[in-house]
T-cell receptor, first 115, second 114 residues
Framework: AQTVTQSQPEMSVQEAETVTLSCTYD???????LFWYKQPPSRQMILVIR??????QNATENRFSVNFQKAAKSFSLKISDSQLGDTAMYFC????????????FGKGITLSVRP | DGGITQSPKYLFRKEGQNVTLSCEQN?????MYWYRQDPGQGLRLIYY???????QKGDIAEGYSVSREKKESFPLTVTSAQKNPTAFYLC?????????????FGEGSWLTVV
């Protein structure tokens, strides 16, 4: 079974600064997908970024980028130029392929952006 | 508008009662999922379905039941056998998750036992 670990329960960052959220996972699969989701106070789950394990290039989406280290099974999220609207819970998630195509989530991290 | 609709948003259940949470999607997605969220626990998978008339148990299926009679609908019944049902429930769907397609979420339903 796959597991996803987010060891930092909370983080805080000053507006306009950069912050990195950590995530590690465990799997025996070679092909899979990794995601970061954002959950603001509204509780709506919003996709932030997606990474395909067979791609070595790290995914980027505007101010959001990942550092994907497949051998180390690490998948961290970097948020540049933090904004107040980035305040939310962030979840790292793993999805396998075929019959395992379901999301397994970490426990999440609460990010607070200070003005 | 296209999307995933969950209803009701808030539901109160008396002990011993069964309740059903509705989830409808008009995205033509093949797969649908139910997750439960408790404080400090992240999201845990209850049931999922990859095609009509077929579904699989997730990590915490005990005390829950589902059906998938139509592609667009995946209702979740919380039975009286679920001893601690108070939680936030999220429904999700995806076109072809086996290809790594994104899983999208509804706005969620709050269930409280009174």
């Amino acid at each position: 079974a796959q597991t996803v670990t987010q060891s930092q329960p909370e983080m805080s960052v000053q507006e306009a600064e950069t912050v990195t959220l950590s995530c590690t996972y465990d799997t025996s699969e070679n092909n899979y997908y990794l995601f970061w989701y954002k959950q603001p106070p509204s509780r709506q789950m919003i996709l932030v970024i997606r990474q395909e394990a067979y791609k070595q290039q790290n995914a980027t989406e505007n101010r959001f980028s990942v550092n994907f280290q497949k051998a180390a099974k690490s998948f961290s999220l970097k948020i540049s130029d933090s904004q107040l609207g980035d305040t939310a819970m962030y979840f790292c998630a793993f999805m396998g392929t075929g019959a395992n195509s379901k999301l397994t989530f970490g426990k999440g991290i609460t990010l607070s952006v200070r003005p | 508008d296209g999307g995933i609709t969950q209803s009701p948003k808030y539901l109160f259940r008396k002990e011993g009662q069964n309740v059903t949470l509705s989830c409808e999607q008009n995205l033509n997605h093949d797969a649908m999922y139910w997750y439960r969220q408790d404080p400090g626990q992240g999201l845990r998978l209850i049931y999922y379905s990859q095609i009509v008339n077929d579904f699989q148990k997730g990590d915490i299926a005990e005390g829950y039941s589902v059906s998938r009679e139509k592609k667009e609908s995946f209702p979740l019944t919380v039975t009286s056998a679920q001893k601690n049902p108070t939680a936030f429930y999220l429904c999700a769907s995806s076109m072809r998750p086996a290809m790594g397609n994104t899983i999208y979420f509804g706005e969620g339903s709050w269930l409280t036992v009174v």
